[in-house]
């Protein structure tokens, strides 16, 4: 079973920056699709970005488009989400997802529409005003 671990959330004020990141316990390349959801308090989990199962062609939420970069290293078997210009909407607790694919190749958006079930624990990220 795959493990993963999220890391780097913190407090920051809007406008800021924070890099956040999920080290897998194994490879990820072409085994499993991978995804950042977010969770504020009283709200549904929301998906904010994955990549494809090769970990290429970053898919983003409208939300967050332009501001997030996801990327993918895939010696250290980590993801990791810049967040750029963050807003007080962007307060979270940020969780990676894993799922694996049923063949080598699975796009970035079929990566986001996919279901998961292997989490992280979180990583909580605050923006003040």
């Known amino acids: 079973q795959l493990h993963l671990v999220e890391s780097g959330g913190g407090s920051v004020q809007a406008g800021g920056s924070l890099n956040i990141s999920c080290a897998a316990s194994g490879p990820l390349v072409g085994r499993y699709c991978l995804k950042w959801f977010r969770q504020a308090p009283g709200k549904e989990r929301e998906g904010v970005a994955s990549?494809?199962?090769?970990?290429?062609?970053?898919y983003y939420a409208d939300s967050v488009k332009g501001r997030f970069t996801l990327s993918q290293d895939n010696w250290k078997n980590t993801l990791y989400l810049q967040m750029n210009r963050l807003t007080v909407e962007d307060s979270a607790m940020y969780y990676c997802?894993?799922?694996?694919?049923?063949?080598?190749?699975?796009?970035?958006?079929?990566?986001?529409?996919?279901?998961?079930?292997?989490w992280g624990q979180g990583t909580q990220v605050t923006v003040s005003s």
């Open positions: 990549l494809s199962s090769i970990g290429l062609d970053p």
């Open positions: 997802a894993a799922a694996p694919t049923k063949s080598g190749y699975e796009t970035a958006a079929h990566c986001y529409q996919t279901q998961y079930g292997i």
